[in-house]
């Protein structure tokens, strides 16, 4: 069975950093597409970025030159590099897996920035 795990997530100030990871096991994680998305109570579950196989890279417009998608296929692991946060960065970040028709996800890691 897929297994997403995610880490990383906690407290911050804001204007803090945090890097989240999610290791991934029972795929061949080089050929899946891989993403960072977060879910606040009652909002719908949103994109923040997206790192295909080849490596090409997505951002929500609200991160964009704050955050950093990266993949390590050899460790089969994405990170998210996440500078400069803000309280409105707070919510629970998932890591998803795509490769049409699979879709995989995390269970999700808790990023709150408060001071």
């Known amino acids: 069975q897929v297994q997403l795990v995610e880490s990383g997530g906690g407290l911050v100030q804001p204007g803090g950093s945090l890097r989240l990871s999610c290791a991934a096991s029972?795929?061949?994680?080089?050929?899946?597409?891989m993403g960072w998305y977060r879910q606040t109570p009652g909002k719908q579950r949103e994109l923040v970025a997206t790192?295909?196989?080849?490596?090409?890279?997505n951002y929500a417009d609200s991160v964009k030159g704050r955050f950093t998608i990266s993949r390590d296929n050899a460790k089969k692991t994405v990170y998210l590099q996440m500078d400069n946060l803000k309280p409105e960065d707070t919510a629970v970040y998932y890591c998803?897996?795509?490769?049409?028709?699979?879709?995989?996800w995390g269970k999700g890691t808790l990023v709150t920035v408060s001071s």
């Open positions: 998803n897996a795509a490769r049409n028709p699979m879709d995989y």
């Open positions: 790192i295909t196989s080849l490596r090409t890279t």
């Open positions: 029972r795929i061949i994680f080089s050929v899946y597409d």
